[in-house]
């Protein structure tokens, strides 16, 4: 992984072709919520299958905790919809054949020449697409389990929910004032 890509730096706001055929920027789907970007070296790959699966089984958590999910392979858009559908997924899946981020982000798995993938990562992103956490998933158990997820995922929205303790003083006056820029998800309706 590129030097610069570490935690507390802004990950890189790639613009790539989506399963549905549009292309769209990582920004774009994040908006104002934490993501998490898993780069896969596609559906040939077990473990990212199992990954996958284990996150189709978590994502009506991320919906209604508003968080956001994407998976990115150097997959063609063929197999990239194979592997989406074979799985029952609901989120975005981002095809990168020409290995874009593979080659930006410097995450050649040269060890596997024949399908000349990226390593795998699992990254955390806060709201901006700064990054709370790395994981490599080159080796099955380096990749986050569920339960990491919750915890990054806890930490950020902690962080960056002034709402997240409704106990917090003046939280509730400042609704009863109709005061909601404190409040997910009034506080973008406000502005």
């Not at 590129?2 to 994040?30: C, M, N, W």
């Not at 929205?157 to 509730?172: E, G, V, Y």
């Amino acid at each position: 992984m590129r030097e610069d890509i570490v935690p507390g730096a802004t990950f890189p706001d790639y613009e790539l072709t989506e399963h549905s055929k549009e292309r769209r920027k990582l920004s774009d789907v994040q908006g104002n919520d934490p993501m998490i970007v898993v780069l896969a070296r596609g559906m040939y790959c077990p473990k990212d299958q199992w990954q996958q699966r284990r996150l189709v089984e978590f994502y009506p958590e991320l919906r209604v905790g508003y968080v956001k999910i994407v998976t990115i392979s150097t997959d063609n858009l063929i197999q990239t919809n194979e592997f989406r559908t074979g799985l029952n997924a609901e989120w975005p899946f981002f095809s990168d054949p020409r290995r874009v981020i593979q080659q930006d982000l410097e995450i050649k798995e040269y060890t596997d020449p024949h399908h000349n993938p990226m390593t795998p990562h699992t990254l955390v992103l806060e709201p901006g697409m700064l990054i709370h956490k790395i994981y490599n998933g080159y080796w099955f158990f380096g990749r986050p389990t569920i339960e990491d997820l919750r915890q990054d995922l806890r930490d950020i929205l902690i962080r960056i929910r002034p709402d997240w303790d409704l106990a917090t003083p003046r939280l509730r006056e400042s609704w009863e004032a109709g005061e909601t820029e404190n409040f997910y998800p009034y506080r973008q309706k406000a502005k």
